[in-house]
């Protein structure tokens, strides 16, 4: 299938852009099936808007005491830790995940 460059509006700023077809095969090759509906500046914009929502403004998380079940050092994980459910220190835990993987 032969791509041709296509002029698009932007949904966002009404400005029309290019989807060229290099981008239309890259989209094919991914298996996208729908057109960009913002220009690269746009994207962009919304991008590094997401990344500031997300990252910077989050609450820092909430950290609850816990006892490691293997070696007894007392730790601090990000969930409520459940009496049925043993819980790792960061050194436990991870060295148990190294066992597994090999």
Same mark, same amino acid.
């Given at each position: /299938?032969? *791509?041709?460059?296509?002029?698009? $509006?932007?949904?966002?700023? +009404?400005?029309?852009?290019?989807? $060229? #077809? +290099?981008?239309?095969? *890259? !989209?094919?090759?991914? +298996?996208?099936?729908?057109?960009?509906?913002?220009?690269?500046?746009? &994207?962009?914009? &919304?991008?590094?808007?997401? =990344?500031?929502?997300? +990252? =910077?403004? &989050?609450?820092?998380?909430? /950290? !609850?005491?816990?006892?490691? =079940?293997?070696?007894?050092? %007392? $730790?601090?994980?990000? *969930?409520?830790?459940?009496?049925? &459910? %043993?819980? !790792?220190?960061?050194?436990? !835990?991870?060295?148990?995940? =190294? #066992? $597994?993987?090999?």
């Amino acid at each position: /299938m032969a *791509f041709q460059d296509k002029v698009l $509006t932007c949904r966002d700023c +009404g400005k029309e852009f290019v989807f $060229t #077809a +290099g981008e239309q095969e *890259f !989209y094919a090759e991914k +298996g996208f099936t729908n057109e960009p509906s913002r220009c690269r500046e746009c &994207r962009q914009a &919304r991008k590094q808007a997401n =990344a500031t929502r997300t +990252g =910077a403004g &989050r609450a820092p998380r909430e /950290m !609850y005491d816990a006892v490691c =079940a293997n070696c007894g050092q %007392p $730790t601090q994980v990000p *969930f409520k830790p459940r009496n049925d &459910r %043993p819980v !790792y220190c960061r050194e436990c !835990y991870q060295a148990m995940q =190294a #066992a $597994t993987v090999r």
